[in-house]
């Protein structure tokens, strides 16, 4: 079993930022592959950013390129993102996947989810 645990959701006004932070604790894996997805009121889980374990792969959403960035560190089990420039619609539950084996930008191909942090961006 891993469990993740979210922090660093809140409210913050259109252009603010925000920085997120997922940590892994339970059993341990080698290479493992982290990645975040949000989820609006009445809408499906939508990939945000990935990283594998070496951070030699990343993947951002092209809706959230060029604001948002995915960074790891491994000797904390953890991974963080920073929101930048955060507009209305980037509004949603904020949520931490982990993936034992391989990459994938997929949400139904992740093995763990955290609960989830709530962000919400004020017009």
């Known amino acids: 079993q891993v469990q993740l645990v979210e922090s660093g959701g809140g409210l913050v006004q259109a252009g603010g930022s925000l920085r997120l932070s997922c940590a892994a604790s339970?059993?341990?894996?080698?290479?493992?592959?982290m990645g975040w997805f949000r989820q609006a009121p009445g809408k499906g889980r939508e990939f945000v950013a990935a990283?594998?374990?070496?951070?030699?792969?990343?993947s951002v959403a092209g809706s959230v390129k060029g604001r948002f960035t995915i960074s790891r560190d491994n000797a904390k089990n953890t991974v963080y993102l920073q929101m930048n420039n955060l507009k209305p619609e980037d509004t949603a539950v904020y949520l931490c996947?982990?993936?034992?084996?391989?990459?994938?930008?997929?949400?139904?191909?992740?093995?763990?989810w955290g609960q989830g942090t709530q962000v919400i961006v004020s017009s």
């Open positions: 339970g059993r341990t894996f080698n290479k493992y592959t």
């Open positions: 996947g982990f993936k034992i084996v391989g990459y994938s930008t997929d949400p139904d191909n992740y093995d763990y």
């Open positions: 990283a594998d374990w070496s951070s030699a792969i990343t």
